[in-house]
């Protein structure tokens, strides 16, 4: 079946066999894991094609090489995996502009060694980091009328169940809120409108799910099977929690509709398993549907609880509690075996759950949905509008907004691409309905694929990212740790074409795509921005207050207001730095050797940075960002006295 684009929908014999992934598929999953060190590529074992073979044929002429000096059409945001940051490339060159640090110290910035990032955080009563490691996967933005607004986007750290929002008219992160009762926060989406007030048609919500079922609350062991998971909301602006849902089994990934009415998140334990081999021992799992309104009614009703020592509303949203539809927050969709991924249509009309396990991906309109929670529709389940078999070790699914669904195939090392309404033909019985459109090997294991403006009214089907997590023999041999491979694919035409490989750091997850224009940055602060910008060079000098010194100094090319400044070992030492260079790209950086400093200051920004004076001696502060001819003599002297 590699790249075999005539197996059609009607081809039904050649997956009978493959209908399920049981233990021998599993074995197969295990086998492509390992297949990394034969020559061979994993599992289905396509050939590495070459990257970019027939692009100068296709008529598109999508082109991921621009020209020196040329700029990139698109944004992409990408999850830093590890590294705790998001980072921000230019599409389709695959050029990374820039990486904004949330969760983990950042040594460019000085994030988490300015107060005010250490602030934004969080830290321990001593002052230290409470956390310095992150693992971010889901990245989504602000809505506006089914497009992005350009205002936020927000990042998940799945290690400490953090999210991070990010200005994005700065690129910062600017706020970061720990969700109380909850490991292993997942899938993470914004609201596109509210399900009530149709003047509020942007995001003012952002749904969190939670993956892993702890004791509620955390306190000593108990019986696994009475672990239990929440599924959040987090207020846009505040960034507080809203309120929580305790649920059955798990969240994994988070879709929206466009109505403002519904989210989801698809499960792969509703076993409530504590062992793999629990959480895959049913044939079908769920996607969970969240009736936002009336979840918030419960909650405005005084129909919640509280765990421990949060004050965050926890309504039931358990099955024996939500039993009938004309009250019921939550609904339970049956998908097969441990779902991952659920995707919402720039149509608006449908959820796609891809199969992971289940070589299908399931359909589901979400009016039928909403007729269930109405009373009108007695079966939840025929809600499901297809679900079809299309490729093994389906993962996410991406959208073209001409009626095609671009799906990973994570043991197959393809994509998949299926029409949607084909699909749900042929699941109504029209067995002549041909929903496979293509089928591209990828280079290899795909997890996130998404598409320039994909889940938004505005999808346009111009370009396709993939990140592949298993780059093999794409690029040079580094050691033991393999680059991961993001490749751009242009999905324009009839037939996908890859454009380009990209080797990215580990381990990307999911990102957005959207068109340059949709966000306005800008270049330069205001000074009004921080309480304790120093405005005038002439406000420059030490204050001292017993043993607690304040250092105020401003940057100017290419010197600093102070040429040099006293303190006495053992103080507590805090140097505020306003950066009065108001011209574009003109930032400076502050370093104190041995004193565990180094930040920078961009245009009209103040930050600052507390520590103890060391050992009496001289210390020549210098500036660590090239800003001038006189870069290498823009320095100052801190004498530490006895
Ligand atoms: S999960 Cu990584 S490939 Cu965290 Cu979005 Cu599917
Ligand atoms: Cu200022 Cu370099
Ligand atoms: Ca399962």
Same mark, same amino acid.
């Given at each position: 079946?590699?790249?075999?684009?005539?197996?059609?929908?009607?081809?039904?014999?050649?997956?009978?066999?493959?209908?399920?992934?049981?233990?021998?598929?599993?074995?197969?999953?295990?086998?492509?894991?390992?297949?990394?060190?034969?020559?061979?590529?994993?599992?289905?074992?396509?050939?590495?094609?070459?990257?970019?073979?027939?692009?100068? +044929?296709?008529? =598109?002429?999508?082109?991921?090489?621009?020209?020196?000096?040329?700029?990139?059409?698109?944004?992409?945001?990408?999850?830093?995996?590890?590294?705790?940051?998001? !980072?921000?490339? &230019?599409?389709?060159?695959?050029? $990374?502009?820039?990486?904004?640090?949330?969760?983990?110290?950042?040594?460019?910035?000085?994030?988490?060694?300015?107060? $005010?990032?250490?602030?934004?955080?969080?830290?321990?009563?001593?002052?230290?980091?409470?956390?310095?490691?992150?693992?971010?996967?889901?990245?989504?933005?602000?809505?506006?009328?089914?497009?992005?607004?350009? !205002?936020?986007?927000?990042?998940?750290?799945?290690?400490?169940?953090?999210?991070?929002?990010?200005?994005?008219?700065?690129?910062?992160?600017?706020?970061?809120?720990?969700?109380?009762?909850?490991?292993?926060?997942?899938?993470?989406?914004?609201?596109?409108?509210?399900?009530?007030?149709?003047?509020?048609?942007?995001?003012?919500?952002?749904?969190?799910?939670?993956?892993?079922?702890?004791?509620?609350?955390? +306190?000593?062991?108990?019986?696994?099977?009475?672990?239990?998971?929440?599924?959040?909301?987090?207020?846009?602006?505040?960034?507080?929690?809203?309120?929580?849902?305790?649920?059955?089994?798990?969240?994994?990934?988070? +879709?929206?509709?466009?109505?403002?009415?519904?989210?989801?998140?698809?499960?792969?334990?509703?076993?409530?398993?504590?062992?793999?081999?629990?959480?895959?021992?049913?044939?079908?799992?769920?996607?969970?549907?969240?009736?936002?309104?009336?979840?918030?009614?419960?909650?405005?009703?005084?129909?919640?609880?509280?765990? &421990?020592?949060?004050?965050?509303?926890?309504?039931?949203?358990?099955?024996?509690?939500?039993?009938?539809?004309?009250?019921?927050?939550?609904?339970?969709?049956?998908?097969?075996?441990?779902?991952?991924?659920?995707?919402?249509?720039?149509?608006?009309?449908?959820?796609?759950?891809?199969?992971?396990? =289940?070589?299908?991906?399931?359909?589901?309109?979400?009016?039928?949905?909403? @007729?269930?929670?109405?009373?009108?529709?007695?079966?939840?389940?025929?809600?499901?509008?297809? @679900?079809?078999?299309?490729?093994?070790?389906?993962?996410?699914?991406?959208?073209?907004?001409?009626?095609?669904?671009?799906?990973?195939?994570?043991?197959?090392?393809?994509?998949?691409?299926?029409?949607?309404?084909?699909?749900?033909?042929?699941?109504?019985?029209?067995?002549?309905?041909?929903?496979?459109?293509?089928?591209?090997?990828?280079?290899?294991?795909?997890?996130?694929?998404?598409?320039?403006?994909?889940?938004?009214?505005? +999808?346009?089907?111009?370009?396709?990212?993939?990140?592949?997590?298993?780059?093999?023999?794409?690029?040079?041999?580094?050691?033991?740790?393999?680059?991961?491979? $993001?490749?751009?694919?242009?999905?324009?035409? $009839?037939?996908?074409?890859?454009?380009?490989?990209?080797?990215?750091?580990? @381990?990307?997850?999911?990102?957005?795509?959207?068109? !340059?224009?949709?966000?306005?940055?800008?270049?330069?602060?205001?000074?009004?921005?921080?309480?304790?910008?120093?405005?005038?060079?002439?406000?420059?000098?030490?204050? !001292?207050? &017993?043993?607690?010194?304040?250092?105020?100094?401003?940057?100017?090319?290419?010197?600093?207001?102070?040429?040099?400044?006293?303190?006495?070992?053992?103080?507590?030492?805090?140097?505020?730095?306003?950066?009065?260079?108001?011209? @574009?790209?003109?930032?400076?950086?502050?370093?104190?050797?041995?004193?565990?400093?180094?930040?920078?200051?961009?245009?009209?920004?103040?930050?600052?940075?507390?520590?103890?004076? &060391?050992?009496?001696?001289?210390?020549?502060?210098?500036?660590?960002?090239?800003?001038?001819?006189?870069?290498?003599?823009?320095?100052?002297?801190?004498?530490?006295?006895?």
């Amino acid at each position: 079946m590699k790249n075999d684009s005539t197996l059609s929908g009607n081809d039904t014999t050649a997956w009978g066999r493959r209908r399920f992934l049981n233990t021998a598929a599993l074995t197969g999953l295990t086998l492509g894991a390992a297949a990394c060190t034969d020559k061979q590529p994993a599992a289905s074992g396509p050939t590495a094609a070459p990257a970019v073979a027939s692009n100068a +044929a296709h008529a =598109s002429g999508n082109d991921t090489h621009l020209k020196p000096g040329e700029l990139d059409t698109y944004y992409g945001l990408w999850s830093g995996g590890h590294t705790g940051d998001m !980072r921000v490339l &230019g599409l389709p060159s695959g050029r $990374e502009l820039l990486r904004i640090p949330c969760f983990v110290p950042d040594a460019l910035v000085g994030w988490g060694h300015t107060n $005010e990032s250490k602030a934004i955080m969080g830290t321990k009563p001593n002052g230290a980091l409470r956390y310095t490691v992150g693992d971010t996967h889901h990245t989504h933005a602000s809505y506006k009328d089914g497009n992005y607004d350009g !205002r936020y986007a927000w990042i998940n750290d799945k290690i400490n169940s953090r999210i991070a929002r990010i200005r994005l008219d700065y690129f910062i992160c600017d706020k970061i809120t720990q969700l109380p009762n909850v490991q292993g926060f997942h899938g993470i989406f914004p609201d596109k409108r509210d399900p009530v007030d149709p003047a509020i048609n942007y995001t003012t919500r952002v749904f969190c799910g939670g993956e892993f079922g702890i004791p509620l609350p955390n +306190a000593g062991i108990e019986d696994a099977d009475t672990y239990r998971s929440l599924f959040s909301c987090v207020d846009a602006e505040t960034m507080e929690v809203r309120w929580q849902v305790l649920i059955d089994g798990n969240c994994d990934l988070v +879709a929206t509709s466009y109505d403002g009415k519904l989210a989801a998140s698809n499960q792969y334990n509703t076993e409530m398993g504590a062992k793999y081999e629990d959480m895959m021992s049913a044939e079908r799992d769920a996607c969970i549907f969240f009736n936002i309104a009336r979840i918030e009614e419960a909650v405005k009703a005084g129909k919640f609880k509280t765990i &421990g020592s949060s004050k965050v509303p926890v309504v039931d949203g358990t099955h024996a509690a939500n039993k009938d539809p004309k009250t019921a927050l939550t609904a339970h969709v049956s998908v097969p075996k441990n779902p991952h991924g659920v995707n919402a249509s720039p149509d608006q009309k449908y959820f796609i759950c891809a199969g992971k396990l =289940s070589p299908t991906a399931t359909v589901i309109e979400l009016a039928k949905v909403l @007729e269930w929670f109405d009373g009108t529709r007695e079966d939840l389940d025929s809600s499901i509008v297809a @679900e079809v078999e299309i490729g093994l070790g389906p993962l996410h699914t991406a959208f073209d907004g001409r009626g095609n669904a671009y799906t990973t195939l994570f043991l197959d090392s393809q994509i998949v691409k299926w029409n949607v309404d084909a699909a749900i033909k042929f699941h109504a019985g029209d067995k002549n309905a041909k929903y496979v459109v293509d089928r591209l090997d990828v280079q290899y294991q795909p997890g996130h694929i998404n598409g320039s403006q994909s889940e938004t009214v505005a +999808a346009d089907g111009k370009y396709l990212a993939v990140g592949c997590k298993f780059s093999k023999d794409r690029f040079l041999p580094v050691g033991p740790l393999h680059a991961e491979n $993001e490749q751009i694919i242009d999905m324009s035409g $009839e037939k996908m074409v890859l454009l380009a490989d990209h080797p990215v750091r580990g @381990e990307p997850h999911d990102f957005i795509i959207f068109k !340059r224009d949709l966000v306005k940055p800008k270049q330069v602060y205001d000074l009004d921005d921080f309480p304790n910008a120093i405005k005038d060079p002439k406000e420059s000098g030490v204050f !001292r207050n &017993g043993k607690k010194v304040t250092v105020k100094m401003t940057s100017q090319a290419p010197a600093f207001s102070l040429r040099e400044f006293k303190v006495k070992k053992g103080d507590e030492v805090t140097l505020i730095l306003t950066n009065l260079d108001k011209i @574009e790209d003109l930032t400076h950086g502050f370093a104190i050797p041995n004193h565990d400093v180094n930040f920078i200051v961009n245009p009209l920004e103040t930050a600052s940075v507390t520590f103890t004076a &060391g050992e009496p001696g001289v210390y020549w502060c210098y500036c660590t960002h090239f800003c001038h001819a006189l870069h290498l003599e823009m320095r100052t002297r801190m004498i530490v006295e006895a």
